[in-house]
Structures are given as structure tokens and as C-alpha cells.
């Protein structure tokens, strides 16, 4: 089946930095890929919508100056998250459309853990 | 906005038992309903989906069913083993905006 990729699984940085997290689709070509967070027992919230060669559409209330989508090509997408705090710990999943197969499917990376130290 | 709803937040059950869980949704446009499964520390992983234009669809020991007129749909898990036991995350979304709206999770637990 489809694979969605995340890269890296886990990271700590310290508050005030940035780090980039990278989201490949393995065997398909993604136009659109999305972006949540999800806290620790609670659901995914969606953050924005990636869509390669353009700019990316963030939902309300997500700062998209402090997490910076770039989506490249049709297998990868980056968030960044720029001048991070303890507040931004959170689990971070992207998940990726595959339009050529089966439709609407959406499948999901196996989420990036990040920890703002 | 769509606003999907779901229940229970927590089902334990015997080995061998049946599990459901119910959603609801706010948008009559919503046509594409997913189910994905999520095990801590993991990414969501989808076990079954079903479109508007299907009444039912099973895979197995899951199934899903879906009421367009009542706005609700539901997981089956038949024959549950302990290797079930995870957070099950029920969505919706329009099929050309593709912007999945989740409910709250389930968390289930499967007894030996």
C-alpha cells in the first residue's frame, strides 16, 4: 500500500530555535498534503493544507509565520517550525493524498515527536 | 465547518466480543468517511472508509455503516482480539476538499 514517510520520528531542540520536519510520500505522487498536531490524548487538529508549487493554506488561528510550509516537489513537503517554545511540544503528523489511487485515500506518516526544551 | 462527533471517548470489552463506535457529523456535504486506527506513539493508520454513495462496506471483521439521512455512521469490529486495543479515530470530509475533520477518538481496550 501507499507510504507516507516522516523524518525525523523524534526531536528535541532548545526554545528559540528552529526545526524542520519532512514529509515524503514513498510510492505515489502527493499534490496536496496536509499538516496536523495532536496532544498527548486528544484528536488531530489540522493545521494547514500543502499543495505543491504553491503557497500552502493554513486554518484559522495557525501562525504561518512561525510554521513555514514549503512543498516542493510531488513527493515532499517540510514544516518548519521556527522559533520554537515549550508550548510547540507536540506531536506532528502529515498525511498525503493519493489522487491516482483509490481516490480520495489519505494516508498518514508515522508522526514526528517534538520536544522544546 | 464540519463538526464530527464521537462516542464512546473509552469501550473496553471481552476477547471475542463485538465493539462499536458511533459518529455524527454536522455537514450534509461530507461524502467521505474514514476510520483510522492509531496505536501510541504511531501515526493514524486507515482500516476501512466508505463514500456517501454506500449504504455498508465490510473488510473481514470490520465494517462500517453510514446513515446520509440521520448524518451518523459506525465501526464494527467483530471477533475483537488484543491486538484491536488502540485509539480509533473517526472522520469526515468533503471528497474534493479532502480536508478531514476528525472526532474525538476511542480509546479501546480488548481483554484477554
Known amino acids: 500500500g501507499a507510504v507516507v514517510s516522516q523524518h525525523p520520528s523524534w526531536v528535541i531542540c532548545k526554545s528559540g530555535t528552529s526545526v524542520k520536519i519532512e514529509c515524503r510520500s514513498l510510492d505515489f505522487q502527493a499534490t496536496t498534503m496536509f499538516w496536523y498536531r495532536q496532544f498527548p490524548k486528544q484528536s488531530l487538529m489540522l493545521m494547514a493544507t500543502?499543495?505543491?508549487?504553491?503557497?500552502?493554506?493554513?486554518e484559522q488561528g495557525v501562525e504561518k509565520d512561525k510554521f513555514l510550509i514549503n512543498h516542493a516537489s510531488l513527493t515532499l513537503s517540510t514544516l518548519t517550525v521556527t522559533s520554537a517554545h515549550p508550548e510547540d511540544s507536540s506531536f506532528y503528523i502529515c498525511?498525503?493524498?493519493?489522487?491516482?489511487?483509490?481516490?480520495?485515500?489519505?494516508?498518514f506518516g508515522e508522526g514526528s515527536w517534538l520536544t522544546v526544551v | 465547518g464540519e463538526n464530527v462527533e464521537q462516542h464512546p471517548s473509552t469501550l473496553s470489552v471481552q476477547e471475542g466480543d463485538s465493539a462499536v463506535i458511533k459518529c455524527t457529523y454536522s455537514d450534509s456535504a461530507s461524502n467521505y468517511f474514514p476510520w483510522y486506527k492509531q496505536e501510541l506513539g504511531k501515526g493514524p493508520q486507515l482500516i476501512i472508509d466508505i463514500r456517501s454513495n454506500v449504504g455498508e462496506k465490510k473488510d473481514q471483521r470490520i465494517a462500517v455503516t453510514l446513515n446520509k439521512t440521520a448524518k451518523h455512521f459506525s465501526l464494527h469490529i467483530t471477533e475483537t482480539q488484543p491486538e484491536d486495543s488502540a485509539v480509533y479515530f473517526c472522520?469526515?470530509?468533503?471528497?474534493?476538499?479532502?480536508?478531514?475533520?476528525f472526532g474525538a477518538g476511542t480509546t479501546v481496550t480488548v481483554r484477554a
Open positions: 472522520a469526515a470530509s468533503i471528497i474534493h476538499d479532502y480536508k478531514l475533520s
Open positions: 500543502s499543495n505543491e508549487g504553491s503557497k500552502a493554506t493554513y
Open positions: 498525511s498525503a493524498r493519493d489522487h491516482q489511487r483509490n481516490g480520495n485515500t489519505i494516508y
